[in-house]
């Protein structure tokens, strides 16, 4: 049966493209494209099929090569990656679509191959660090998303390779202490399974090398998930880099390291441990309101669109990690559902800033005068979106942070409470300010030579192949509003760890 | 105090390593001088994993031992661990990835800015750039 086979297929087939894209992309141009959307159709309808399997009957063992789990590598999928597989390979298919013509304006034609490949590697990249159940694994997979990322976003436009060169710095601090902690980890137990590891673990809790092991292991993660204060290298790297690339590494990588952060929490160490043995919860639920708050600030401060939406992005880390960090059902709902929602909303954001970049050249956003008229389609697409990451009810952005309030109220932690109203306020200044520009501002020159009346601006949207991609990502943001109680009933409620 | 430093000197000097190599990172201005603090930081950590596979005194290699139909299992605290090994195999193929694509950067960053001081390119960078 393929069924069985899709934890390995989901990683397998883009690998294999990705190769030969590079190989075709020596000879022809045209159908690089083509088979980098095949490999990520094969995967998300792999992804589809796990989700699917895991409903119905609980979690996979996926054992590469039929070795026994402590020493082969396992592929394991519960409720938890399996939603995270659906929404990396989704957003990955979609800005795919968009990139055709978004990368043709930005990048050189001799470099479109490459582009492909790399892009498909990164997805596969994000895919494998999702579904594996190894530790060192994971930090193979981290190290070729991290690879991947620096290439694609020194395509970008000028001071792209500056930005890049800092994140390759601090991407490989990130991803050196992971790897310290997963050699302390090793000295304690000699086992690299996450499964196995959390059997062994518990008798060395109170261990200095455990501790010191957790330790590396939270901050590499907070490093490579753009927790604040470790989150410097983000804003430049994603404001410089092809707005495909902003788009989908916006969407989906911080979460996929927000998932890593919920596995060694709550996996690989018991939650017991993270919440009551070592003051960890308390300690990034500040950290997290911080974020939250500097995320929102640093934002009303921007003139460029992207910059501001990097700044937002930091804030929306800090929602997932507050959510993670009350840790108790409610909150923790809130946090996985906030994942899936904000790789939509972040994704749809960018993709909408890089459709403004391609019609009109620009992301300052005192030069957004009457865009509504030019692109209508477009800006209403931002406005509804926009509405989502400020928390209006019919989008999806409600009901996140209701469950994460709830999980504040719950926890008794009433400053969380106050300060996800707080940035939610903020956060809606943010986003006003740029629909006030784009909607409401008159021309000045208007008023200066006609005495107020309008000028005629023609509409001039961008072509269907880009516009139809942020489209699918709005109606992605009303369903999962509209359906948020049955994916919760669905899939999330089992992906909250027990004992909460 | 000398004994205890003395007895886990590996670690002591993978710290050490690692350190001069973050302040590299940190501290330096000239972009290859922090690709080259990147290096020592990633070859202390290999260094680190090597270290921890070694025992003292007699240890063999991982293989079945006994022939001729009269086999026993090699203990575990007899022979060397080689998964260390095998799993710096992989980060050394990482790091050398890992340089390739700073170096490769450094190289863009030099043509367009004709400088690898960071210092010198962000003021570069001060006069010429205006937000898009």
């Excluded at chain 1, 930005?163 to 086992?191: D, E, H, K, Q, R």
Aim: charged share 10%; aromatic share 12%.
């Amino acid at each position: 049966m393929i069924a069985e086979q899709f934890p390995a297929l989901i990683i397998v087939f883009p690998l294999i493209i990705a190769f030969w894209i590079n190989i075709v992309g020596w000879r022809w141009t045209r159908p690089c494209f083509y088979m980098s959307m095949l490999a990520l159709s094969v995967s998300f309808i792999s992804a589809l099929g796990i989700l699917n399997t895991v409903i119905t009957t609980g979690t996979i063992h996926y054992r590469l090569g039929g070795w026994e789990p402590p020493w082969g590598i396992e592929y394991v999928v519960d409720h938890l990656n399996a939603l995270i597989l659906v929404i990396v390979s989704f957003v990955g298919l979609v800005v795919g679509v968009y990139s055709k013509r978004s990368i043709q304006k930005e990048i050189s034609e001799a470099k479109i191959p490459q582009f492909y490949a790399i892009y498909t590697l990164l997805v596969m990249a994000l895919l494998g660090m999702t579904v594996t159940g190894d530790a060192f694994n994971l930090y193979v997979l981290l190290e070729i998303a991290s690879l991947a990322a620096y290439a694609l976003i020194a395509l970008g436009e000028d001071g792209a390779p500056l930005a890049s060169f800092n994140y390759v710095i601090m991407g490989t601090i990130g991803a050196c202490f992971y790897l310290l902690g997963v050699g302390y980890l090793y000295i304690a137990t000699g086992s690299l399974n996450m499964a196995d590891l959390s059997q062994l673990l518990p008798n060395l809790y109170h261990s200095k090398a455990v501790l010191a092991a957790y330790a590396f292991l939270m901050i590499g993660i907070a490093i490579k998930m753009a927790f604040f204060p470790l989150h410097v290298w983000l804003p430049d790297a994603y404001t410089h880099a092809p707005s495909a690339v902003s788009a989908f590494v916006a969407g989906t990588m911080t979460k996929v390291g927000a998932y890593v952060l919920i596995r060694v929490m709550f996996t690989i160490f018991r939650p017991y441990f993270s919440i009551e043995l070592v003051p960890v919860t308390t300690v990034l639920g500040w950290t997290a309101i911080a974020a939250m708050i500097y995320g929102c600030v640093l934002a009303i401060a921007q003139r460029d669109l992207k910059r501001m939406l990097c700044y937002i992005l930091i804030a929306e880390v800090g929602y997932i990690v507050l959510g993670i960090s009350v840790a108790n059902r409610m909150g923790f709902t809130g946090a996985i559902l906030h994942i899936l929602n904000d790789a939509f909303m972040m994704a749809c954001l960018f993709l909408v800033t890089g459709a403004i970049m391609y019609k009109i050249g620009t992301r300052d956003i005192t030069n957004f005068r009457h865009l509504h008229k030019k692109m209508p389609f477009t800006m209403a697409a931002f406005t509804i979106t926009a509405l989502s990451v400020v928390g209006i009810p019919p989008t999806c952005g409600f009901f996140s942070k209701w469950y994460l309030i709830l999980g504040a109220i719950d926890a008794k932690q009433w400053a969380f409470a106050v300060a996800l109203v707080i940035s939610s306020l903020l956060s809606a200044i943010v986003f006003f300010k740029v629909i006030e520009k784009a909607y409401f501002k008159p021309t000045a020159s208007a008023q200066a030579h006609n005495g107020g009346t309008h000028e005629e601006v023609a509409m001039d949207e961008v072509p269907m192949s880009m516009l139809i991609p942020i489209y699918i990502m709005v109606a992605g943001i009303l369903t999962l509003g509209l359906f948020s109680g049955k994916i919760i009933s669905t899939v999330i409620q089992f992906a909250v760890p027990a004992s909460f | 105090m000398i004994e205890y430093i003395v007895a886990k000197y590996n670690y002591w000097i993978y710290i050490l390593l690692m350190m001069i190599g973050f302040y590299a990172m940190i501290g330096k201005t000239n972009l290859v001088k922090k690709l080259l603090g990147m290096n020592v930081f990633q070859w202390a950590i290999i260094l680190y994993y090597v270290s921890i596979a070694s025992k003292k005194g007699g240890a063999t290699i991982p293989i079945v031992m006994g022939a001729h139909g009269h086999y026993e299992p090699a203990q575990a605290a007899q022979y060397l661990n080689p998964l260390p090994h095998c799993l710096m195999l992989t980060a050394i193929v990482v790091g050398v990835s890992t340089t390739g694509v700073a170096l490769a950067l450094i190289i863009m960053i030099y043509r367009r800015y004709h400088t690898v001081e960071e210092d010198e390119i962000l003021q570069i960078q001060e006069t010429s750039i205006t937000i898009k």
